[in-house]
């Protein structure tokens, strides 16, 4: 079992607070790609987790979002994972107009992420921007960081009135993946 970053793609790893479907918009947020290729090299696997209602809105479509990734890899580097729940119940396009265990703050995303990527949870944290990623992270049974960017800075006075007291939180991805050590498949201390 290894450890794992889960990250929160929009406003955590790349410019913007969501519903991008279009690849030309996708922009790294400054330094990122350099802090998960240390994060690589330094053993950790980088798993993305992604809430994109865009496609049971009718925004765009999965294979949209498929192109959105493939730009997103480009920016920021290859990634070990990609997860994304493109359900929103009420949404006008079947069939992700359905309730789901997949969609933030339920951990259903990181829950299979860790089951199919061999990751102890226990070992792993989760970055993201969003209270919803933070809630998430903490049901799965893994540490919660909040970022800064996108929408961390405005998240931030919410977090002991949401029950998230006593989270980390950076600047941005850049500045947290500097306090992770070298790991393997050595339980961490």
Not at 23 to 31: D, E, F, S
Not at 32 to 60: E, H, K, M, P, Y
Request: hydrophobic share 45%; net charge neutral.
């Amino acid at each position: 079992m290894r450890a794992a970053v889960f990250l929160d793609r929009d406003g955590t790893l790349i410019e913007g607070e969501g519903y991008l479907g279009d690849p030309a918009g996708v922009r790294a947020i400054p330094g990122v790609r350099d802090a998960l290729g240390a994060l690589g090299a330094r053993g950790w696997l980088r798993i993305v987790v992604t809430n994109q209602s865009g496609v049971a809105r009718g925004l765009f479509t999965a294979g949209d979002y498929d192109a959105v990734t493939r730009a997103v890899d480009r920016a920021v580097g290859p990634l070990d994972g990609y997860y994304a729940c493109f359900h929103l119940a009420g949404g006008g396009v079947s069939p992700w107009n359905v309730p789901c265990d997949c969609r933030k703050p339920l951990p259903g995303l990181i829950v299979r992420a860790a089951r199919e990527l061999g990751v102890d949870v226990a070992r792993s944290v989760l970055v993201g921007d969003d209270l919803r990623d933070l809630s998430a992270a903490r049901a799965a049974g893994v540490e919660p960081v909040l970022v800064r960017t996108g929408k961390g800075a405005r998240n931030e006075r919410l977090l002991a009135l949401k029950g998230l007291a006593g989270v980390r939180v950076f600047d941005s991805v850049v500045e947290f993946a500097a306090t992770l050590p070298v790991v393997g498949a050595e339980v961490l201390p």
